[in-house]
């Protein structure tokens, strides 16, 4: 079974410029979950769908932060524009059923540096 | 509001010796408890899952506990072995279904 897919798995820009990260789930899981992990510290929840709605968002800097899933399969998360403090990496997670009870499977990550 | 700790933040030890790591959380109604374990560049790999009604997993050399009541989890880790070097996180999901992380255990076993 193929695991979490993401790209890219390292970035650099410039502050003020965008980004775009794109997560693939694992087949047949309806729950995609997008984390962000400051160094030293745990993995924080952005978002996360059910299928291609949002259930959660309300860690989401919305005035600079995106995410959509088409289709409820690949999920895009992009920055516009990007600060310093958003220097972290960014985790996918999918899961069969949302909530409770039912086991994430992290992707490796895109670590995205700021300068 | 869920708050999880996990205490130390880095842990020493030299090769064979038997360790526990330690996990904290603030709300006791919780549903699960999950450890992690991250190595330097990578995503998480799942390690034991914990549900609400269970008191404990094991997985070869791991065994995690949880008690709810004390609002603590630990996992347990027998004769350690330098490829078990990584940061331990683990993560509440609390009856709100968020899942809050601990910010890890950073494991370094000495040969």
């Known amino acids: 079974e193929a695991g979490v897919a993401q790209s890219p798995r390292y970035k650099i820009i410039e502050k003020r410029q965008s980004v775009a990260f794109w997560c693939n789930p694992i087949?047949?899981?309806?729950?995609l979950y997008w984390y962000q992990q400051i160094l030293g510290q745990g993995p924080k929840l952005l978002i996360q769908?059910?299928?291609?709605?949002?259930?959660?968002d309300s860690q989401l800097p919305k005035d600079r932060f995106s995410a959509e899933r088409l289709k409820g399969v690949d999920s895009t998360l992009k920055i516009q524009p990007a600060k310093l403090e958003d220097s972290a990496v960014y985790l996918c997670?999918?899961?069969?059923?949302?909530?409770?009870?039912?086991?994430?499977?992290f992707g490796p990550g895109t670590r995205l540096t700021v300068t | 509001k869920q708050e999880v700790t996990q205490i130390p933040a880095a842990l020493s030890v030299p090769e064979g010796e038997n360790l526990v790591l330690n996990c904290s959380f603030t709300?006791?109604?919780?549903?699960?408890l999950q450890w992690f374990r991250q190595d330097p560049g990578k995503g998480l790999t799942s390690l034991l899952l914990?549900?609400?009604?269970?008191r404990e997993q094991t997985s070869g050399r791991l065994n995690a506990s949880l008690d709810k009541s004390s609002g603590r989890s630990t996992l347990y880790i027998a004769a350690s072995q330098p490829g078990d070097s990584a940061t331990y996180l683990c993560?509440?999901?609390?009856?709100?279904?968020?899942?809050?992380f601990g910010s890890g255990t950073r494991l370094s076993i000495r040969p």
């Open positions: 997670a999918s899961s069969l059923v949302g909530g409770s009870g039912y086991e994430q499977y």
């Open positions: 087949s047949g899981h309806a729950t």
């Open positions: 769908f059910q299928n291609n709605g949002v259930v959660d």
């Open positions: 709300d006791s109604a919780i549903y699960n």
């Open positions: 914990i549900q609400s009604s269970q």
């Open positions: 993560a509440a999901y609390s009856s709100a279904s968020k899942i809050i």
